[in-house]
């Protein structure tokens, strides 16, 4: 079973920088693909960011186009969530996925694997 932990959530003013890390283990061999999906109060748990472990995919959500990146490290079995000019509809707990299909899912479904989530607000 693939574990994957999430950190580096916390409280941000709008405007402001924060870096999710997710470290994967145990049975990584199986993913092909990792994502970044949020679920805010009420809302559908949707997919932001993903790209698949060669690197070579990414898939961006348009709300967050620009001004988050989606990154990771291969030897080091780690993806990165950098996100930048966060504003309100950014608070939501951000979840880490990873996907035995390849490329760069853009839909729940398609993830297999789950962290357990870290919370991110940003006050206005």
């Known amino acids: 079973q693939v574990q994957l932990v999430e950190s580096g959530g916390g409280l941000v003013q709008a405007g402001g920088s924060l870096r999710l890390s997710c470290a994967a283990s145990?049975?990584?061999?199986?993913?092909?693909?990792m994502g970044w999906l949020r679920q805010a109060p009420g809302k559908e748990r949707e997919v932001v960011a993903a790209?698949?472990?060669?690197?070579?995919?990414?898939y961006y959500a348009q709300t967050v186009k620009g001004r988050f990146t989606i990154s990771r490290d291969y030897v080091k079995k780690m993806v990165y969530l950098q996100m930048n000019s966060l504003n309100a509809d950014d608070t939501a707990v951000y979840y880490c996925?990873?996907?035995?299909?390849?490329?760069?899912?853009?839909?729940?479904?398609?993830?297999?694997?789950w962290g357990q989530g870290t919370q991110v607000t940003v006050s206005s």
């Open positions: 996925a990873g996907a035995r299909r390849p490329g760069a899912p853009r839909f729940r479904v398609e993830y297999d694997y």
């Open positions: 145990d049975r990584t061999s199986v993913l092909s693909a």
């Open positions: 790209i698949s472990w060669s690197g070579g995919t990414t």
